[in-house]
């Protein structure tokens, strides 16, 4: 494996773990959805990235109208916290109305932004609404969001990589890792 970036304490999931996994999710999918009519895959930008174009290629699904569409939000700027304000940057270009619809999210730490969304796409009417989320912070929820797809539970640590941030930096990341508390504490 390449050098490990030297800002992170420990890796918690390598580029091997998060393509089994992401495999994994792609197989069910495939499995729930294979008499499905029109399925949308909305990817939330910018952390979703590296997951939506992984988890896209390990569906199988030819008898499915299967579409990709992006939603850009933002909760968290540039701290660490979510402030519970999430903010539309970019909107859905497509109707998802009568469609199969699954929110695909990096992360679930306090559950207020994938909460929000399932209630904003929701009122659009869709046919169905599930949630497919990389990451889940289970002591950091605040509102219980149903989500039918998880990669991992994992504990409360800054975690960058594989599209997550810190202030707009380690998306590129291959692997998951957990970042050095002094990076961002002071
Ligand atoms: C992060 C992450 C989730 C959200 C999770 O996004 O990608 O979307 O926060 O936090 P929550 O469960 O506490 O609401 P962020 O706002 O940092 O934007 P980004 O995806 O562009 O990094
Ligand atoms: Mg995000
Ligand atoms: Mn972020």
């Known amino acids: 494996m390449s050098e490990i ?13 998060i393509k089994n996994r992401v495999q994994e999710i792609g197989k069910q999918i495939t499995n729930d959805y294979k008499d499905s009519k029109d399925l949308v895959l909305i990817g939330i930008l910018k952390g979703s990235f590296m997951f939506m174009s992984d988890l896209v290629r390990s569906i199988n699904l030819p008898k499915t109208n299967v579409t990709l569409d992006f939603m850009a939000i933002s909760s968290y700027g540039h701290s660490t916290n979510s402030s519970g304000v999430v903010r539309i940057l970019m909107d859905l270009k497509s109707n998802i ?13 306090s559950g ?21 989320v990389l990451l889940r912070k289970k002591d950091g ?14 504990p409360m640590v800054f ?10 930096n380690y998306r590129e990341l291959p692997y998951l890792g957990e970042l050095r508390e002094e990076c961002y504490k002071k």
């Open 112 to 132: 207020l932004t994938l909460n929000h969304l399932v209630e904003l796409l929701g009122s659009r009417k869709p046919n169905s609404l599930h949630t497919a």
């Open 159 to 168: 975690i960058i990589g594989y599209g997550l941030d810190f202030a707009e």
């Open 97 to 109: 109305e009568g469609k199969d619809v699954i929110i695909v999210e990096d992360i679930i730490d």
């Open 141 to 154: 929820i605040k509102i219980d969001v149903p989500c039918r797809y998880i990669g991992f539970d994992i």
């Open 5 to 17: 970036h030297p800002n992170v304490k420990r890796v918690l999931y390598s580029a091997d773990d």
